[in-house]
Structures are given as structure tokens and as C-alpha cells.
């Protein structure tokens, strides 16, 4: 699975759109970008993912460049709720289900 | 309803003693995964079981022994704790193997303690 690079933190104003960008320039096609967000003292949860085209949900849009290098997780009115570490994994969707979670990104909305 | 509850949610012990962490999923799920979460806060993979059938193994200690009597459960069993056992356990469980949308739902979490 494919390595991920995501700046160690942001700060995003509340009511604003949080863009969260992720670097994954060693994907291969049949990779997925995938994100999860953990807020303090909870279990991971998932948000998103995808292959090429945009995706969006109730909770985010992902935006990825058309060569797949990277994509940016967008968050379009954040709010305190939203403060967490967002993780960005690629993985082939056809594998074992494994996550391989890195750093990730310490998002805090401020009032 | 919770989709992925763990149990106990704190487990303070000793060290040499032996203990259980019990996970159960209601989502139908044929996979279910072990993550452990140390101090540090890296999420790593422990093990994984797709229809009561281990698949993952990531070079951990015999002394951790993972049991699935069936697919919606998913024990942890730890001999001989340590103090480095220390950490955050997460239970998780997605759809089956190579499914498309292979979300995974993670439980809250076991925080064990070992003193």
C-alpha cells in the first residue's frame, strides 16, 4: 500500500471550509484514497473514499488530481464537532482490509 | 445500537496477569480486525479474522492470542501482561474481503492499563 504525506496540523475557523491535502505520489491505478477522522477518545471513523472522480457525502467532499498524486479532503462548514486527527490511507480495495494509518492531520476548528 | 461494542471500555491490571477483551459487531460484517493505539497515538493493524479464519498476523507476541467462535465476535486474549501492553485496543469490522466499499466501523475502544 501506497506511503501518505499530510501536514501534522491545521487550524480552520468555525463556519469556514476545512481543506485537508494529502500527498500520495507512489499510488498505483487500483488504489483507493480513503480518509477516517479519530476525535479524542473514540474509535476511527470513516468518511470518504475514492479511486479518480470526486466524491461526495453528507459529511465531505474529496477532491483528487487527475494524476492521483494527491487529493484534498474538504470539510465545507466545520464546526467544533470537527476537531480530530484526519488520516489519509491508499490501499487496493481488493485486499485484506487492512488500514495502514499514519500521522495524520490534528484538525482544530476555533470558535 | 452500537455496530462494533468492546468490553471492558478501562482495564487497569497487573503485571503477569492474563486478561480478555471481548468485541462483538451487528453489522453482518465478514471481517473483523484488532488495532492497537500506544501512547504515541499510532493506529497499528494486529490481526485480522475473515469468517473466523485468521488472515492477518502482524508479528505480534504469542502472548496475544485472538479467538473468533463466530463471525460477529472477535476476543483478544493477553498472557503475561506487560508494562508496554499498555495502549488503546480497537476493534473493527468491515464487509467481506475485496468488497468495493470496504468501510471499516471501529469500536471505542479499550483502554488497558498495566501497572
Known amino acids: 500500500d501506497a506511503k501518505t504525506t499530510q501536514p501534522p496540523s491545521m487550524d480552520c475557523a468555525e463556519g469556514r471550509a476545512a481543506n485537508l491535502p494529502c500527498n500520495h505520489s507512489?499510488?498505483?491505478?487500483?488504489?483507493?484514497v480513503y480518509w477516517y477522522r479519530q476525535i479524542h477518545s473514540q474509535g476511527p471513523q470513516y468518511i470518504i473514499h475514492?479511486?479518480?472522480n470526486n466524491e461526495t457525502n453528507e459529511m465531505a467532499s474529496l477532491i483528487i488530481t487527475e494524476d492521483r498524486k494527491s487529493s484534498t479532503l474538504i470539510l465545507p462548514h466545520a464546526t467544533l464537532r470537527d476537531t480530530a486527527v484526519y488520516y489519509c490511507?491508499?490501499?487496493?480495495?481488493?485486499?485484506?482490509?487492512?488500514?495502514?494509518f499514519g500521522q495524520g492531520t490534528t484538525l482544530q476548528v476555533k470558535p | 445500537d452500537t455496530a462494533v461494542s468492546q468490553t471492558p471500555k478501562y482495564l487497569v491490571t497487573q503485571m503477569g496477569n492474563d486478561k480478555s477483551i471481548k468485541c462483538e459487531q451487528n453489522?453482518?460484517?465478514?471481517?473483523m480486525y484488532w488495532y492497537k493505539q500506544d501512547s504515541k497515538k499510532f493506529l497499528k493493524i494486529m490481526f485480522s479474522y475473515n469468517n473466523k479464519e485468521l488472515i492477518i498476523n502482524e508479528t505480534v507476541p504469542n502472548r496475544f492470542s485472538p479467538k473468533s467462535p463466530d463471525k460477529a465476535h472477535l476476543n483478544l486474549h493477553i498472557n503475561s501482561l506487560e508494562l508496554g501492553d499498555s495502549a488503546v485496543y480497537f476493534c473493527?469490522?468491515?464487509?467481506?474481503?475485496?468488497?468495493?466499499?470496504?468501510?471499516?466501523?471501529f469500536g471505542q475502544g479499550t483502554r488497558l492499563t498495566v501497572v
Open positions: 475514492g479511486l479518480k
Open positions: 490511507i491508499v490501499r487496493v480495495s481488493s485486499n485484506t482490509g487492512k488500514l495502514i
Open positions: 507512489t499510488i498505483s491505478g487500483n488504489e483507493y
Open positions: 473493527a469490522s468491515s464487509p467481506r474481503v475485496g468488497s468495493r466499499d470496504g468501510e471499516a466501523f
Open positions: 453489522l453482518g460484517h465478514d471481517t
